[in-house]
T-cell receptor
Framework: RKEVEQDPGPFNVPEGATVAFNCTYS??????FFWYRQDCRKEPKLLMS???SGNEDGRFTAQLNRASQYISLLIRDSKLSDSATYLC???????????FGRGTSLIVHP | EAGVAQSPRYKIIEKRQSVAFWCNPI?????LYWYQQILGQGPKLLIQ????????DSQLPKDRFSAERLKGVDSTLKIQPAKLEDSAVYLC??????????????FGPGTRLTVL
């Protein structure tokens, strides 16, 4: 089993839709969790960290489920500009090295 | 604030040739990372430096890859000799300290390498 797994998609949704991605991790000692956004042929950029209590930033909500070992990203009211690949990254406790998933591709169409 | 700089942006070489990539991190950032991102995959860490010391290079193919950060600022990553499977984007990232797992990493634009 891979350390960090994501459904590659693509998720094809209309503007205004709500879409959610999951990212599962295999190491129960994982401590820090992040969502990155990567546009086509660009570098990854941090979208948000994921906190135990869950956190929200505008239309984006991140959740952590330690019991089932996954994190999720919810995007409400999708915009065309949300089209990108969303990468999750996980740090194991005591490690400074993040492990990235392969990313989930989102396509928002008119 | 200037971001992470990388050069060249693109490189095409033939297999068995050598290639080098350069990275200049954000000013004041102690930690520097080199990642390899193959098409359709997430970034894979190759090596992490804390100032000019290596923190982790467990996933660096040391028979052909080498990296250095001699003065604790700029870094170079070299591949010698290159193989077809080295075709990828090589991303450099930096973070302020890197000692805490919540430290934010900032990525450079990457170098897209094609090995023919």
């Amino acid at each position: 089993r891979k350390e960090v797994e994501q459904d590659p998609g693509p998720f094809n949704v209309p503007e205004g839709a709500t879409v959610a991605f999951n990212c599962t991790y295999s190491n129960s000692a994982s401590q820090s969790f992040f969502w990155y956004r990567q546009d086509c042929r660009k570098e990854p950029k941090l979208l948000m960290s994921v906190y135990s209590s869950g956190n929200e930033d505008g239309r984006f909500t991140a959740q952590l489920n330690r019991a089932s070992q996954y994190i999720s990203l919810l995007i409400r009211d999708s915009k065309l500009s949300d089209s990108a690949t969303y990468l999750c990254a996980v740090n194991v406790r005591g490690s400074y090295i993040p492990t990235f998933g392969r990313g989930t591709s989102l396509i928002v169409h008119p | 604030e200037a971001g992470v700089a990388q050069s060249p942006r693109y490189k095409i070489i033939e297999k068995r040739q050598s290639v080098a990539f350069w990275c200049n991190p954000i000013s004041g950032h102690a930690t520097l990372y080199w990642y390899q991102q193959i098409l359709g995959q997430g970034p894979k860490l190759l090596i992490q430096f804390q100032n000019n010391g290596v923190v982790d290079d467990s996933q660096l193919p040391k028979d052909r890859f080498s990296a250095e950060r001699l003065k604790g600022v700029d870094s170079t990553l070299k591949i010698q000799p290159a193989k077809l499977e080295d075709s990828a984007v090589y991303l450099c990232a930096s973070s302020l300290e890197g000692l805490q797992s919540t430290d934010t990493q900032y990525f450079g634009p990457g170098t897209r390498l094609t090995v023919l």
